[in-house]
């Protein structure tokens, strides 16, 4: 609690930054919309995932620690997550003109604990696809990438788990009005579209 309590004033730059969480499932292209965003609109892209791997990289305690979790499958508590994405914000705010969060928050708790800690987000950006669109676009990412997640079964896996965890956020902020919908379906440019007359008029 002190640690809230102390960071207070570094905090409070973050109240008046435009928040964006980006949701989509994997291969829904979220990560080529936000590569898109930060170049027009310069905002800051926090990925948890790069973040958590910087961390482990950078052989600090808090990154030995992060690597052992890791190595042995379980899940890096919420609280940790929550200040490598407070340090970066913090870090950011003076020269970012907002911040897409991508990869978080997974569940409702998240979202809640993120409000609470950090600062309420501005938007919800949910970039929608089709789970067989996503499905054949992880597959054929497969053939190229070689990564060992892209395989029918566990792209099954993470589609459901997408599912499951993340709509329950979707409606937690549909209530707030909070949730903007591109339809991803389309190529990429005309996703961006999309995206830059949801952006524009955030402003």
Do not use: W
């Not at 788990?161 to 339809?183: I, M, S």
């Amino acid at each position: 609690m002190t640690q809230v309590i102390e960071r207070k004033p570094d905090l409070d730059n973050l109240k008046n930054s435009k928040i964006i969480f980006v949701v989509g499932g994997p291969g829904s292209g979220k990560g080529t919309q936000c590569e898109r965003i930060v170049q027009k609109y310069g905002f800051t892209h926090l990925s948890t995932g790069d973040l958590l791997r910087e961390a482990v990289q950078s052989k600090s305690e808090r990154g030995e620690q992060l690597n052992a979790l890791m190595k042995e499958g379980k899940l890096v508590p919420m609280e940790v997550v929550l200040d490598l994405l407070k340090e970066n914000m913090i870090k950011n705010a003076d020269k970012s003109k907002g911040f897409l969060i991508d990869g978080y928050p997974r569940e409702v708790p998240q979202a809640q604990k993120f409000e609470e800690m950090i600062a309420p987000c501005s938007l919800v950006l949910y970039v929608k696809a089709s789970d067989d669109t996503m499905t054949k676009r992880l597959l054929h990412r497969g053939q190229t990438s070689g990564r060992v997640d892209d395989n029918e079964a566990t792209i099954k896996n993470r589609l459901q788990t997408f599912h499951n965890q993340t709509l329950p956020v979707l409606d937690l902020y549909q209530k707030q009005g909070k949730v903007a919908e591109v339809n991803s379906e389309l190529a990429p440019d005309d996703v961006f579209g999309e995206v830059r007359n949801v952006l524009d008029k955030l402003a």
